[in-house]
């Protein structure tokens, strides 16, 4: 008898070759995985949370009700967003015209840029930032060997990190006049005050919830980390949130003083204080996303932004619906 969280984490190969622990003369990750599926029934049993119970037949988890919430970009906003797209797209038209590595180089950079300005404009304007000061030292120096870690061997958190860190590390050029379309970019992004997104997430929090309500906030990537962070400090009070992230630093969090500083925090401590109620707010990253049990005070999850890997989320909702739950 085989128990197993996550059998499938996206490769067939990987998947049949659990499955062939089980009944190797069933299953074969060799051979052609479509032929296979109508065996699994003969081999897998799935529990489902949302159906599984104790043996009064009562159901073990609590239901999940899942809600979205829309806001709309301010003018600024829309010509900054609309002004990234066209260099998006003048970007993927470049990197058409080139082959093999160096197409994929630039296209990687550019499908990046895109998730961290999904995220938040903090986000993607400190991006940007760093790839200004790097192609500025470039100085004719260029590399076509961009990667990400190997998807089999990071973790989620793993590759977040190295996403936000991407566009400041890669030096090819995404369009011939760059440096001069990174300096339209990053001013578009300074006349911005205040980002819709967490103004919206600030004015869902006051109105839908209990002051005491506690809540546990994901995102990607730590400078919207730390954005929302400071909007929930200004707004609820120094000391009502804490992090975690893979590294326990974090840069940029305004004090009551008004001055800003890195912060650390071991996930261990930040998810201590958030449980026994010391602090109302916890904001992690991916680095959250496994090995933290979250149920015991909260049921209240919010996406501040939408992984591109649906597993991500899946991950991010288990930190609150798991066994213990005693609300939906």
Request: with cysteine; glycine share 8%; net charge negative.
């Amino acid at each position: 008898l085989f128990f197993t969280g996550t059998p499938h984490r996206g490769k067939d190969y990987g998947f049949f070759g659990l499955m062939r622990l089980v009944r190797p003369d069933l299953v074969d990750p060799e051979h052609d995985p479509l032929e296979q599926l109508s065996q699994l029934s003969k081999v897998m049993i799935r529990n489902n949370k949302a159906t599984v119970t104790d043996l009064q037949g009562q159901k073990l988890f609590k239901p999940v009700n899942v809600f979205s919430r829309e806001y709309q970009y301010s003018d600024d906003e829309t010509q900054f967003y609309r002004t990234l797209s066209e260099f998006v797209i003048d970007g993927r038209a470049y990197a058409a015209t080139l082959d093999g590595r160096a197409q994929t180089a630039r296209m990687l950079v550019l499908i990046t840029l895109q998730k961290l300005a999904a995220s938040s404009i903090a986000a993607i304007c400190n991006a940007l930032r760093k790839r200004r000061i790097m192609l500025a030292n470039l100085v004719g120096r260029s590399s076509e060997s961009v990667a990400l870690p190997d998807d089999e061997q990071a973790t989620f958190d793993d590759l977040a990190e190295a996403e936000e860190a991407l566009p400041g590390s890669a030096a090819v050029l995404l369009v011939e006049d760059e440096i001069q379309r990174l300096d339209e970019l990053i001013a578009l992004a300074d006349a911005i005050a205040r980002e819709t997104k967490i103004e919206r997430l600030l004015q869902m929090i006051g109105e839908e919830f209990g002051p005491d309500e506690p809540i546990l906030l994901f995102t990607e990537y730590k400078a919207t980390q730390a954005l929302i962070i400071n909007a929930l400090h200004r707004r609820f009070g120094f000391g009502s949130a804490t992090f975690i992230n893979g590294d326990e630093r974090l840069d940029g969090l305004e004090q009551a003083s008004g001055s800003a500083k890195t912060v650390s925090q071991p996930r261990e401590h930040a998810a201590d204080a958030f449980n026994a109620g010391k602090v109302r707010f916890l904001v992690s990253n991916e680095a959250g996303g496994e090995g933290i049990d979250l149920q015991e005070r909260c049921a209240v999850l919010v996406h501040a932004d939408m992984p591109w890997n649906p597993m991500r989320l899946h991950q991010r909702g288990g930190r609150l619906s798991r066994y213990g739950q005693t609300r939906p």
